[in-house]
């Protein structure tokens, strides 16, 4: 019984191993607010790395939320070791502020996301490890990215990039939400914009408007990617997926208008997160809590054959 318990053990041992990939991982700090996960495979020679820069809120090295984990950045990096591929994805660094009690929303602005970008890139820039160093911007991330990449990146590729300045974005998203509050929100932007402050906002937009929020917002304001992806003289590869309900293939439209001989691929049933959704919007939902789901292929094959021209 004993013989047949261990052999059961060591068998079960081998699925998990085969399961759970080991990847060669070094957990590195870039600055005091900045924690993040080398992932470098074992090649003879250089190799090149992508800096990956997560999206909007406090959002985690592996894409990840309180409440909502999907791993998507997680998956996109270890598609890409397989490919060859170093990568560097970071926490946040609101997610080590929130950690230590130290955040304070009043303070934040948009300029600390791209200081950031730019010391890992410096960092790297370094490594003589590396061949070339690449950014990958995701969503909010796009824009950091394609700023951050102004500072001497190899190339770029913005995953789910806005085209529009944030303004213009979310009165779009109001259109399709909640109509009634357009013209407030556009009246309180164009103030927000002229002034550096609104005041006479709808009860309904104060999670967009709430006092201490403002400055981020009014700094956000400040960046244009149409103007921001143009001043590259980089490779770029521009992506998103039809499925996407937070960021419209319009949006990528207009990157792809303001920097022509960007690369451009919309990938079929790809949602925000990199997900392949093939029924409808309650599935496409339930998508961004599925730890385990994966990332499309395509998204990986498409990023590494970039990367690797």
Do not use: C
């Not at 820069?53 to 997680?74: A, Y």
């Not at 009165?171 to 309180?188: E, F, I, M």
């Not at 409808?280 to 998204?299: A, F, G, Q, T, W």
Request: proline fraction near 4%; aromatic fraction near 10%.
């Amino acid at each position: 019984m004993k013989n047949t318990f261990l052999i059961l053990l060591f068998f079960f041992g081998i699925i998990a191993t085969a399961q759970n990939k080991k990847y060669i991982s070094e957990d590195l700090s870039i600055t005091p607010l900045i924690d993040g996960t080398l992932q470098t495979p074992e090649v003879n020679g250089k190799l090149p790395l992508a800096i990956i820069i997560g999206g909007s809120g406090p959002t985690d090295r592996n894409g990840n939320q309180q409440m909502l984990v999907n791993n998507s950045l997680k998956f996109l990096a270890e598609g890409l070791y397989d490919k060859e591929i170093a990568t560097f994805r970071y926490d946040k660094r609101i997610v080590k502020q929130m950690k230590q009690r130290t955040i304070n929303e009043k303070n934040i602005r948009f300029g600390d996301f791209i200081d950031d970008a730019v010391a890992i890139l410096e960092y790297f820039k370094k490594d003589k490890r590396f061949s070339k160093i690449y950014i990958i911007g995701h969503s909010q991330g796009s824009l950091v990215g394609m700023v951050a990449a102004q500072g001497g990146a190899d190339g770029f590729v913005s995953i789910a990039g806005a085209g529009q300045e944030i303004d213009d974005v979310i009165v779009d998203q109001l259109a399709k939400q909640a109509p009634g509050l357009v013209d407030n929100a556009r009246t309180s932007f164009d103030d927000l914009r002229a002034n550096g402050v609104a005041y006479n906002y709808s009860s309904g937009l104060a999670s967009i408007f709430r006092k201490d929020i403002q400055p981020f917002i009014y700094s956000w304001m400040q960046y244009d990617p149409k103007v921001e992806i143009a001043k590259l003289n980089i490779p770029i590869l521009i992506i998103n997926g039809d499925k996407d309900t937070q960021v419209q293939v319009s949006e990528a439209e207009l990157l792809k208008n303001a920097k022509p001989d960007a690369e451009y691929l919309i990938i079929p049933k790809m949602n925000h997160i990199f997900k392949e959704i093939e029924g409808n919007d309650l599935e496409n939902s339930k998508s961004y809590n599925i730890y385990d789901l994966p990332v499309m292929p395509e998204l990986i094959n498409t990023v590494s054959d970039f990367i690797k021209k």
